[in-house]
Structure formats: C-alpha cells, structure tokens
Nanobody, 123 residues
C-alpha cells in the first residue's frame, strides 16, 4: 500500500513562490511516476505536472516556465516536489500529489492520491 502525504500549501500574494512536498512511502516500486493535480472551486480537476521514471517532466501549458516538478529518492521513501514561482490568483486550488504509471505518454494516477493541500494566491 502506498501512502502519500503533502505539505507546503498556504496563502501567498501574486508573484510569490511556494514549494509543495509529497512524501511517498510504501510499495514505491509499483510506480515510478508521479504527478500533481489541482482543483479550483467550480472547476474540473486538471493535471499540472508529471515526472516519469526517467525524470522526464511534462507541464500543463498555463504553468510552463513557472512550475517545476522534481523527485528525490531515499531508500524506502520518495519525495516529490512542486516548485511554484510567479504565482497568480488563477493558481488558487487544492493541489493533490499522485503516484501512477505511464502508458506511452499518458499518465494514469492509478497507484495513490494524497489528501490535498490548499494553495491560495491573493491579488
């Protein structure tokens, strides 16, 4: 069983930065890929960033150049980060860390989800 615990959300002003962390423990060998989703009030959940087993990264268009996903591996735990710079009010959402797999270029968050962390950007 995989466990994902997020941290790092909060309230910031537009233009500021935040770094989200996600500690993934458990059967990490099941999945070598991870991704961050977000969901704003009244909107559909969207995939923000992914990282593959070979550290290939991909980003949703609106965050390209501002967000960076990285991963650290340490024995039985993996930590995935989402560095968010130049934040905008439209980045306000609950951010979810996921563990999943890739089929071709498509990411599937089929291994586990975190509980979510709120990011609020004021104008």
């Amino acid at each position: 069983q995989v466990r994902l615990v997020e941290s790092g959300g909060g309230l910031v002003q537009a233009g500021e930065s935040l770094r989200l962390s996600c500690e993934i423990s458990g059967s990490i060998f099941i999945s070598n890929a991870a991704g961050w989703y977000r969901q704003a009030p009244g909107k559909q959940r969207e995939l923000v960033a992914t990282i593959s087993s070979t550290d290939r990264t991909n980003y949703e268009d609106s965050v390209k150049g501002r967000f960076t996903i990285t991963r650290d591996r340490d024995n039985a735990q993996v930590t995935v980060y989402l560095q968010m710079n130049s934040l905008k009010p439209e980045d306000t959402a609950v951010y979810y860390c996921t563990a999943g797999t890739f089929t071709g270029t498509t990411y599937y968050p089929n291994v586990g989800w975190g509980q979510g962390t709120q990011v609020t950007v004021s104008s």
